[in-house]
Protein backbone atom coordinates (compact mmCIF):
# COMPACT_ATOMS: atom_id res chain seq x y z
CA UNK A 1 0.00 0.00 0.00
CA UNK A 2 1.44 3.42 -0.81
CA UNK A 3 1.73 5.64 1.65
CA UNK A 4 0.75 9.41 1.05
CA UNK A 5 2.31 12.33 1.93
CA UNK A 6 0.85 15.03 3.68
CA UNK A 7 1.00 18.78 4.63
CA UNK A 8 -0.51 22.07 6.31
CA UNK A 9 -0.86 24.91 5.12
CA UNK A 10 -1.28 28.11 6.70
CA UNK A 11 -4.44 29.85 5.21
CA UNK A 12 -6.34 33.08 5.98
CA UNK A 13 -9.38 30.86 7.14
CA UNK A 14 -7.38 27.80 9.33
CA UNK A 15 -5.20 25.20 8.58
CA UNK A 16 -5.64 23.48 4.91
CA UNK A 17 -4.13 19.34 4.66
CA UNK A 18 -3.05 18.62 1.75
CA UNK A 19 -2.45 14.59 1.17
CA UNK A 20 -1.23 13.59 -2.38
CA UNK A 21 0.59 10.61 -3.77
CA UNK A 22 3.75 10.03 -4.53
CA UNK A 23 3.57 11.30 -8.39
CA UNK A 24 2.10 14.72 -6.85
CA UNK A 25 -1.74 14.00 -7.40
CA UNK A 26 -3.98 14.77 -4.35
CA UNK A 27 -5.91 12.60 -3.19
CA UNK A 28 -7.61 14.37 -0.27
CA UNK A 29 -7.24 18.22 0.94
CA UNK A 30 -9.35 20.14 3.37
CA UNK A 31 -9.46 22.81 6.17
CA UNK A 32 -8.55 20.78 9.59
CA UNK A 33 -5.38 20.26 11.35
CA UNK A 34 -3.85 16.90 10.79
CA UNK A 35 -4.32 14.12 7.99
CA UNK A 36 -6.36 11.70 10.24
CA UNK A 37 -8.80 14.75 11.73
CA UNK A 38 -9.13 15.14 7.94
CA UNK A 39 -10.55 11.93 7.11
CA UNK A 40 -12.59 11.57 10.34
CA UNK A 41 -14.33 14.61 9.24
CA UNK A 42 -15.02 13.53 5.87
CA UNK A 43 -15.86 9.45 7.36
CA UNK A 44 -13.78 7.95 4.63
CA UNK A 45 -10.97 5.24 5.65
CA UNK A 46 -8.03 6.92 7.42
CA UNK A 47 -4.80 5.95 5.47
CA UNK A 48 -0.88 5.93 6.16
CA UNK A 49 0.60 9.58 5.58
CA UNK A 50 3.99 10.49 6.51
CA UNK A 51 4.57 14.37 6.99
CA UNK A 52 6.32 15.70 3.81
CA UNK A 53 9.99 17.16 3.77
CA UNK A 54 9.46 20.29 0.92
CA UNK A 55 5.89 21.74 -0.13
CA UNK A 56 4.45 20.03 -3.08
CA UNK A 57 3.88 21.63 -6.13
CA UNK A 58 0.04 21.65 -4.57
CA UNK A 59 0.78 23.31 -1.57
CA UNK A 60 2.85 26.16 -3.98
CA UNK A 61 -0.15 26.38 -6.20
CA UNK A 62 -2.75 27.00 -2.85
CA UNK A 63 -0.35 29.15 -1.78
CA UNK A 64 -0.87 31.56 -4.33
CA UNK A 65 -4.78 31.05 -4.86
CA UNK A 66 -4.87 32.40 -1.53
CA UNK A 67 -2.54 35.00 -2.34
CA UNK A 68 -4.54 36.26 -5.11
CA UNK A 69 -3.63 34.41 -8.00
CA UNK A 70 -7.11 32.29 -8.66
CA UNK A 71 -5.72 29.87 -11.68
CA UNK A 72 -2.88 28.46 -9.80
CA UNK A 73 -4.75 25.65 -8.38
CA UNK A 74 -6.29 25.08 -12.14
CA UNK A 75 -3.51 22.99 -12.98
CA UNK A 76 -2.89 20.61 -9.75
CA UNK A 77 -3.66 16.77 -10.79
CA UNK A 78 -6.19 15.49 -8.50
CA UNK A 79 -7.06 11.84 -7.92
CA UNK A 80 -9.97 10.85 -6.16
CA UNK A 81 -12.84 7.67 -6.24
CA UNK A 82 -15.90 7.84 -7.49
CA UNK A 83 -18.73 7.00 -10.27
CA UNK A 84 -18.47 8.00 -14.31
CA UNK A 85 -21.37 11.02 -12.81
CA UNK A 86 -19.48 12.11 -10.10
CA UNK A 87 -16.14 12.60 -12.07
CA UNK A 88 -18.44 14.05 -14.47
CA UNK A 89 -19.31 16.34 -11.74
CA UNK A 90 -16.16 17.17 -10.71
CA UNK A 91 -14.58 17.94 -14.03
CA UNK A 92 -17.22 20.69 -14.17
CA UNK A 93 -16.46 22.35 -11.10
CA UNK A 94 -12.32 22.15 -12.18
CA UNK A 95 -13.45 23.74 -15.67
CA UNK A 96 -15.75 26.68 -13.84
CA UNK A 97 -14.09 29.89 -13.71
CA UNK A 98 -13.14 31.00 -10.03
CA UNK A 99 -15.66 33.45 -8.83
CA UNK A 100 -18.32 32.45 -11.32
CA UNK A 101 -21.03 30.62 -9.54
CA UNK A 102 -23.67 28.00 -10.58
CA UNK A 103 -26.90 25.77 -9.59
CA UNK A 104 -26.90 22.06 -8.97
CA UNK A 105 -28.93 22.31 -12.14
CA UNK A 106 -26.40 24.01 -14.26
CA UNK A 107 -23.29 21.60 -12.78
CA UNK A 108 -25.73 18.70 -14.43
CA UNK A 109 -28.56 19.47 -15.53
CA UNK A 110 -30.11 16.19 -15.79
CA UNK A 111 -28.81 14.89 -12.59
CA UNK A 112 -28.76 18.13 -10.35
CA UNK A 113 -29.30 15.60 -6.99
CA UNK A 114 -26.49 14.18 -8.31
CA UNK A 115 -24.47 16.75 -8.29
CA UNK A 116 -25.17 17.65 -4.70
CA UNK A 117 -24.12 14.45 -3.77
CA UNK A 118 -20.45 14.76 -5.75
CA UNK A 119 -19.74 18.28 -3.38
CA UNK A 120 -20.94 16.06 -0.66
CA UNK A 121 -18.20 13.54 -0.75
CA UNK A 122 -15.96 15.41 -2.87
CA UNK A 123 -12.31 14.70 -0.76
CA UNK A 124 -10.41 17.39 -2.18
CA UNK A 125 -12.23 21.11 -1.61
CA UNK A 126 -10.99 23.77 -3.01
CA UNK A 127 -9.36 21.89 -5.77
CA UNK A 128 -12.55 20.52 -7.05
CA UNK A 129 -14.32 23.69 -6.14
CA UNK A 130 -17.74 23.07 -4.76
CA UNK A 131 -17.73 26.35 -3.08
CA UNK A 132 -19.04 27.82 -6.49
CA UNK A 133 -22.47 25.90 -6.16
CA UNK A 134 -25.38 27.35 -4.70
CA UNK A 135 -29.11 26.24 -4.54
CA UNK A 136 -31.69 27.25 -7.34
CA UNK A 137 -33.22 29.43 -4.94
CA UNK A 138 -30.16 31.29 -4.64
CA UNK A 139 -29.15 29.99 -1.15
CA UNK A 140 -25.67 29.18 -0.35
CA UNK A 141 -26.98 25.09 0.33
CA UNK A 142 -23.88 22.94 2.59
CA UNK A 143 -20.29 23.32 2.63
CA UNK A 144 -18.53 20.32 4.09
CA UNK A 145 -16.33 23.09 5.98
CA UNK A 146 -19.28 25.58 7.25
CA UNK A 147 -20.95 28.22 5.33
CA UNK A 148 -18.45 30.65 7.23
CA UNK A 149 -15.45 29.39 4.99
CA UNK A 150 -17.55 28.88 1.76
CA UNK A 151 -18.33 32.47 2.12
CA UNK A 152 -15.06 33.27 2.53
CA UNK A 153 -14.00 31.91 -0.34
CA UNK A 154 -16.55 32.54 -2.59
CA UNK A 155 -15.64 36.63 -1.55
CA UNK A 156 -12.00 36.49 -2.26
CA UNK A 157 -12.75 34.87 -5.43
CA UNK A 158 -14.51 37.64 -6.24
CA UNK A 159 -12.32 40.52 -4.84
CA UNK A 160 -8.88 38.59 -5.99
CA UNK A 161 -10.92 38.89 -9.52
CA UNK A 162 -11.55 42.71 -9.35
CA UNK A 163 -7.57 43.52 -8.61
CA UNK A 164 -6.94 41.94 -12.26
Known amino acids: METLGSEVL ?3 VGPL ?23 DSLRIPH ?8 P ?11 DGDLTAIDAVEVRQPGTT ?9 RDQPAGVTMTYSEMLPKAPRAAGRACAVNRVGILVPCHRVHRTDGNLGGYTWGL ?17
Open 47 to 54: EPTSPRRE
Open 56 to 66: TAAASALRAYF
Open 148 to 164: DIKRWLRHHENQADSLF
Open 10 to 12: DTP
Open 85 to 93: LMQEAWQRL
Open 17 to 39: VIVSHEDGAVAVCGFSRTSEELF
